[in-house]
């Protein structure tokens, strides 16, 4: 879920890149927190731990 991935031929006509989440998780893991999901059928949430300073 967390790695860079290539978007595939029909993903051309969104925004982005495929990289937004591997650096959230990587930021989160280089302070000490951590990056979770739930998902469901009406979406997914992404859920952030930060490490109590």
Request: glycine residues 12%.
């Amino acid at each position: 879920m967390f790695k860079i991935f290539n978007r595939m031929d029909n993903a051309k006509k969104f925004k982005g890149n495929g990289v937004g989440l591997s650096i959230v998780y990587r930021i989160m893991k280089r302070i000490g927190g951590n990056v979770d999901y739930e998902s469901n059928k009406e979406g997914t949430s992404f859920i952030l731990t930060f490490k109590k300073p």
